[in-house]
T-cell receptor
Framework: AQSVTQLDSQVPVFEEAPVELRCNYS??????LFWYVQYPNQGLQLLLK??????LVKGINGFEAEFNKSQTSFHLRKPSVHISDTAEYFC???????????FGKGTMLLVSP | DVKVTQSSRYLVKRTGEKVFLECVQDMDHENMFWYRQDPGLGLRLIYF???????EKGDIPEGYSVSREKKERFSLILESASTNQTSMYLC???????????FGSGTRLTVV
């Protein structure tokens, strides 16, 4: 079975600062990795995904993530955040070739002026 | 854009009631999923379906059942609602493995 650990439950940051949201996974088989964002009172929206190939993945809204197999990590980064990035971010993993996702507990990104 | 519609945004039900949560997607997706979301616990998979009349248990199926009579509709059923089923319920669909989910806006269910 796969599992996901999001190391920070909350990350406060000032507007225009860079941010990194950390995600580590555990799996004995190859995996697909995803980041989703949830704005208040909404469902989740796909930010980006890694299936195979290049380990640096670019997503929507200026976010990117890097797959590191040796460290079993898939950290999400943005070089300059906006107030509108305030949301909860979820990392998720599935076994390669399977659809069911295991989600982390989420990281709340709080962007202040 | 794919749209996943959950029929109710908020529901309040009494303990012991049978509750139906409906989910409809409009893009002919094969795969559909039901998750519940609780603070500090993230999302947990209840049931999923890869085809009409097909269903598979997820990680926390106890107290729930599902129905998929048509490809576009995936219903979650709480046979006898209990207070520990108070939660946000999220439906999602996916066109195929690895494409990523499209989520509905969720149904916040309160059982009193």
């Amino acid at each position: 079975a796969q599992s996901v650990t999001q190391l920070d439950s909350q990350v406060p940051v000032f507007e225009e600062a860079p941010v990194e949201l950390r995600c580590n996974y555990s799996s004995s088989v190859s995996v697909y990795l995803f980041w989703y964002v949830q704005y208040p009172n909404q469902g989740l929206q796909l930010l980006l995904k890694y299936l195979s190939g290049s380990t640096l993945v670019k997503g929507i809204n200026g976010f990117e993530a890097e797959f590191n197999k040796s460290q079993t990590s898939f950290h999400l980064r943005k070089p300059s955040v906006h107030i509108s990035d305030t949301a909860e971010y979820f990392c998720a993993v599935s076994r390669s070739g399977y659809s069911t996702l295991t989600f982390g507990k989420g990281t709340m990104l709080l962007v202040s002026p | 854009d794919v749209k996943v519609t959950q029929s109710s945004r908020y529901l309040v039900k009494r303990t012991g009631e049978k509750v139906f949560l409906e989910c409809v997607q409009d893009m002919d997706h094969e795969n559909m999923f039901w998750y519940r979301q609780d603070p500090g616990l993230g999302l947990r998979l209840i049931y999923f379906s890869y085809d009409v009349k097909m269903k598979e248990k997820g990680d926390i199926p106890e107290g729930y059942s599902v129905s998929r009579e048509k490809k576009e509709r995936f219903s979650l059923i709480l046979e006898s609602a209990s207070t520990n089923q108070t939660s946000m319920y999220l439906c999602a669909s996916e066109t195929g493995t690895g494409y990523g989910y499209t989520f509905g806006s969720g149904t916040r269910l309160t059982v009193v």
